[in-house]
């Protein structure tokens, strides 16, 4: 509104209807655009990862070989480790087997960030827990070469998840 009066006026002036433009004397307030990232609250994080491991010990509980059990602790093994890295949604479709570090102190990803850099954080110790207990039931016969993170449904050959299906998810 203080744009349009001040266009306004300034139309006046060079019309010579008046001498001065009062507007100048007026700060406009500046338009700030808010972030784009509609990021979770630590409270909606702790909601949605107990959720998930509900539901996947739920499945687990009814029949820890069917698909929908699979599905859930994949969903909840994805988004533990998205939420505990912060890593992007490419970073985590690219992760191969021989890119997570096992050891007695600590477990630590290797991966490539955005613009090509190698990034090797350390992962909380409750999320390497449940890596390593995914790894055991879903990928223990996984080469170094495989990826990390495979579709459930019955494919010929692991298929590593896209962008598109993970976004699903969350």
């Known amino acids: 509104k203080l744009n349009s009066l001040s266009s ?7 019309r010579k ?6 507007m100048i004397f007026i700060q406009k307030p500046r338009y700030v655009e808010e972030s784009k990232t509609n990021a979770f609250t630590v409270e909606e994080v702790k909601q949605i990862l107990f959720y998930l491991e509900t539901e996947s010990e739920t499945l687990f509980q009814e029949n820890n070989k069917s698909r929908k059990y699979k599905s859930a602790f994949l969903n ?24 997570i570090e096992f050891s007695s102190d600590f477990t630590r990803l290797h991966m490539t960030s955005k613009g090509n850099k190698e990034h090797s954080p350390i992962i909380h110790p409750k999320a390497s827990q449940i890596i ?4 055991e039931q879903m990928r223990m016969n ?29």
């Open 76 to 99: 909840y093994t994805i988004l533990v480790t998205l939420f505990s890295v912060g890593m992007r949604v490419n970073e985590l479709c690219e992760l191969k087997m021989k890119d």
């Open 132 to 135: 390593k207990k995914y790894i």
């Open 17 to 22: 209807l008046i001498t001065t433009n009062p």
């Open 8 to 14: 306004l006026l300034e139309f006046c002036k060079k």
């Open 142 to 170: 996984a080469k170094d070469e495989d990826y990390l993170f495979i579709r459930t449904q019955s494919v010929s050959n692991a298929t590593k998840l896209s962008q598109v299906g993970i976004y699903k998810m969350v």
